[in-house]
């Protein structure tokens, strides 16, 4: 089974990349497999 984790807001600045990113990489570390997928315009996690 899998499970969804969103994180949105519209409000620039605010940490929603190094959130996501950060939050991937401790999943990934406890041996989950992750993929995460950067929505904005900016592309901060590509």
Known sequence: MS???D???QKG???KSTSCR???TILA???YKV???DGDN???MT
């Open 22 to 24: 950060n939050l991937a």
């Open 42 to 44: 900016q592309a901060n």
């Open 13 to 15: 600045g605010v940490g």
């Open 29 to 31: 570390r406890k041996g």
């Open 3 to 5: 499970k969804v984790i």
């Open 7 to 9: 994180t949105i807001s």
């Open 35 to 37: 993929l995460a997928v």
